[in-house]
Antibody, heavy 120, light 104 residues
Framework: EVQLVESGGLLVQPGRSLRLSCAAS????????MHWVRQAAGKGLEWVSG????????AYADSVKGRFTISRDNAKNSLHLQMKSLTAEDTALYYC?????????????WGQGTLVTVSS | ELVLTQSPGTLSLSPGERATLSCRAS???????LAWYQQKPGQAPRLLLY???NRATGVPDRFSGSESGTDFTLTISRLEPEDFAVYYC?????FGQGTKVEIK
């Protein structure tokens, strides 16, 4: 069974940095693209970032480009999202999401999310 | 930039009725990448359909999908109580804004 467990969500002040992590299990982690998708309270889903199985290709939403960095450690079955220069607009529940082979494929498994709140 | 527009925003129906949800793409897309997700309150989204019409594992056959050009449709043939939720379409890393299916 695929399990994706996010961690690292916190209340953080505007302008600060935060690192999210996702521990993956139940599948061959290094065979699949992985993503972060966020959802502000009462709002829809927003794809944030994705990374290929090897880590060689990454993609970002325009709203986070230049501020967020996605990475993965295939040896540890973990996914990370380094976020800097956070603003109130980054406040959301962040989901770790398993993709398929290509970054543009659909998402077939979701974690339960970790909450990031940006507020002074 | 691809924009997916879902309609209606809210669908008010009774159990047993048929639900028809629409997702329109702003440009030609590969149907093989169009997916639908269901999200219930307090839960993570769940993959329903991929490739526009293929049901994910464990999804009941009352859920079906179709396409016509840049228009995609999710149909729930007979609504069960557990089907009242928000539904999102997704293609090439873009999500539609969602359609809420609520009990009338």
């Amino acid at each position: 069974e695929v399990q994706l467990v996010e961690s690292g969500g916190l209340l953080v002040q505007p302008g600060r940095s935060l690192r999210l992590s996702c521990a993956a299990s139940g599948f061959n982690f290094d065979d699949y693209a992985m993503h972060w998708v966020r959802q502000a309270a009462g709002k829809g889903l927003e794809w944030v970032s994705g990374i290929s199985w090897s880590g060689g290709d990454t993609a970002y939403a325009d709203s986070v480009k230049g501020r967020f960095t996605i990475s993965r450690d295939n040896a540890k079955n973990s996914l990370h999202l380094q976020m800097k220069s956070l603003t109130a607009e980054d406040t959301a529940l962040y989901y770790c999401v398993k993709g398929l082979a290509a970054i543009t494929d659909h998402f077939d498994s979701w974690g339960q999310g970790t909450l990031v709140t940006v507020s002074s | 930039e691809l924009v997916l527009t879902q309609s209606p925003g809210t669908l008010s129906l009774s159990p047993g009725e048929r639900a028809t949800l629409s997702c329109r793409a702003s440009q030609s897309v590969f149907s093989s990448y169009l997916a639908w997700y269901q999200q219930k309150p307090g839960q993570a989204p769940r993959l329903l359909l991929y490739g526009a019409s293929n049901r994910a594992t464990g999804v009941p056959d009352r859920f079906s999908g179709s396409e016509s050009g840049t228009d995609f449709t999710l149909t729930i043939s007979r609504l069960e109580p557990e089907d009242f939720a928000v539904y999102y379409c997704q293609q090439s890393l873009a999500f539609g804004q969602g359609t809420k299916v609520e009990i009338k």
